[in-house]
């Protein structure tokens, strides 16, 4: 199986500092975060965003797999992430990922499509990597144009 890998770089201290990070498929490379990306409302990313685009990536990708291995498939799944991160303590925390999935699945009612989210929750490789996040879901099924 591959190894995926992204490296970041800081410079400095949490406050006053900067970072870089990329990745390996050179989607971005060197894209500069610092505290107030991070922490405050500059724009720019940071690492939270991050994970919440790698888990919403996963967990769309995660439930049209379950879906299509039970001979439904979907026409379209959209995942949203918001990571919440807080102070907790003297540091800070990710608390919590509200997970907000949106889908077009023809021939399949919302109790069974319900099921699936469930099941994809536990199972996307993603949400199990951050096992220790309290994962909020809300799901909705689109009906379908077809």
């Known amino acids: 199986m591959p190894v995926r890998s992204a490296n970041a770089e800081w410079n400095g201290d949490l406050m006053k500092g900067k970072g870089s ?4 498929s050179g989607l971005f490379n060197n ?19 991050l994970i919440g685009a790698a888990h919403a990536a996963c967990f769309s990708m995660a439930l049209s ?3 299509a291995s039970a001979g439904i498939v979907p ?9 919440h991160i807080d102070k907790v303590g ?4 990710i608390t919590k990922i509200e997970v907000s999935v949106e889908a077009v699945v023809p021939g399949i009612d919302n109790a069974k499509f319900q099921e699936f989210v469930e099941k994809t929750k536990q199972g996307c ?6 096992a220790g996040v309290q994962f909020v879901v809300t799901a909705k099924l689109t009906a379908s144009s077809h």
């Open 125 to 130: 490789i993603v949400s199990k990597a951050l």
């Open 90 to 93: 003297e540091g800070f925390s």
């Open 21 to 24: 990070v990329s990745v390996e």
């Open 31 to 49: 894209a500069n975060y610092s505290f107030t990306k991070r922490f405050g409302d500059e724009k720019g990313t940071n690492p939270e965003e």
């Open 75 to 83: 026409t379209s799944v959209k995942t949203t992430d918001k990571v």
């Open 65 to 67: 797999h379950g879906l």
